[in-house]
């Protein structure tokens, strides 16, 4: 009760700075105030009791997994490539914290994952090629009544492959060097070598571990729309320094109700 009462009286602001810090402690300093009030709205408003966190590893070790998995959900699974030794640690610590090392990006990975409230994104979509971004939200969409995306969204005219824009117009427009970041540096001379890491005979242009897609608001919204999903929530979050035309924005997606369908079109805007 005096802890509801708290958190009535105290702004956004402090909620959001208090929730990174108890979270920065406990798992990593990383952990995204926006991500974080993303899922509490999954949980509180929605009543999301069951979370499929897709990519959940690097930098964060499983950190909104985690955070789920204490706040109340009953069941959460985290699909990523490879898992830290400090998620595995955590994970060993939690009954209903679930790993599966898999490509996401897989229909059979989708139909393992298999009937969850809510399906997280985030920094996720845009790395999705082959299949691209709009075929895994296809294989998920079945398996989910929520989508809880945080992507960098494209501010151009249409959703664009970012590496067939040459080289010089990818590099700003994506928040990395090949000076600073290994996966950059041959990326283009490199661009169609099969890549070593994969099995599936991909190319270096086609690895996950590069932003490979700006993807428009307008374009996500119309494959959600197609898919039977509408927008509960949406939040700007600001553009990315120094990058041109991205913004990182937050989504919620909710099923829509046959009933309600027709109100999909216009379900904009930031609310629950
Ligand atoms: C930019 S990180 C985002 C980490 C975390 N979700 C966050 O918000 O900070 C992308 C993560 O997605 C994983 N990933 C990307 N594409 C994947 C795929 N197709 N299958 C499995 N993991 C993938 C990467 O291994 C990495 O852990």
């Known amino acids: 009760m005096f802890k509801r009462i708290i958190k009535k009286i105290t702004p956004k602001r402090i909620l959001d700075l208090y929730r990174a810090a108890r979270y920065k402690s406990a798992q990593s300093p990383l952990?995204?105030?926006?991500?974080?009030?993303?899922?509490?709205?999954?949980?509180?408003?929605?009543?999301?009791?069951?979370?499929?966190?897709?990519?959940?590893?690097?930098?964060?070790?499983?950190?909104?997994?985690?955070?789920?998995?204490?706040?109340?959900?009953?069941r959460v699974v985290l699909v990523d490539f490879s898992?830290?030794?400090?998620?595995?640690?955590?994970?060993?610590?939690?009954?209903?914290?679930?790993?599966?090392?898999?490509?996401?990006a897989l229909k059979e990975t989708a139909d393992e994952v298999n009937g969850v409230d809510c399906v997280m994104l985030f920094d996720v979509l845009l790395h999705q090629v082959q299949p691209d971004w709009n075929e895994v939200l296809k294989y998920y969409a079945a398996h989910t009544k929520l989508f809880l995306i945080y992507n960098q969204q494209f501010t151009g005219a249409?959703?664009?492959?970012?590496?067939?824009?040459?080289?010089?117009?990818?590099?700003?427009?994506?928040?990395?060097?090949?000076?600073?970041?290994?996966?950059?540096?041959?990326?283009?001379?490199?661009?169609?070598?099969?890549?070593?890491?994969?099995?599936?005979?991909?190319?270096?242009?086609d690895m996950?571990?590069?932003?490979?897609?700006?993807?428009?608001?307008?374009?996500?919204?119309?494959v959600m729309r197609e898919l039977g999903f509408h927008i509960v929530y949406e939040q700007d979050c600001g553009w990315l320094p120094k990058i041109e035309e991205i913004r990182n924005k937050t989504f919620m997606f909710e099923r829509a109700q046959p009933q309600s369908?027709?109100?999909?079109?216009?379900?904009c805007g930031n609310h629950v």
């Open 158 to 205: 249409r959703t664009v492959r970012l590496l067939e824009q040459g080289r010089e117009w990818y590099l700003r427009h994506v928040p990395h060097t090949p000076a600073d970041t290994e996966e950059y540096s041959d990326l283009f001379e490199k661009a169609n070598e099969p890549h070593p890491r994969y099995s599936d005979g991909r190319t270096y242009r």
């Open 261 to 267: 369908r027709a109100n999909a079109a216009h379900g």
């Open 31 to 74: 952990l995204n105030a926006d991500k974080l009030r993303l899922i509490d709205l999954a949980l509180k408003k929605k009543g999301a009791r069951s979370f499929a966190d897709l990519g959940g590893m690097w930098r964060v070790n499983g950190g909104y997994s985690v955070y789920c998995s204490d706040r109340g959900a009953e």
């Open 83 to 104: 898992a830290t030794p400090e998620f595995l640690n955590e994970q060993s610590k939690r009954k209903n914290l679930r790993y599966i090392q898999r490509n996401l």
């Open 208 to 222: 996950h571990d590069v932003w490979q897609w700006g993807i428009t608001d307008h374009d996500l919204t119309r």
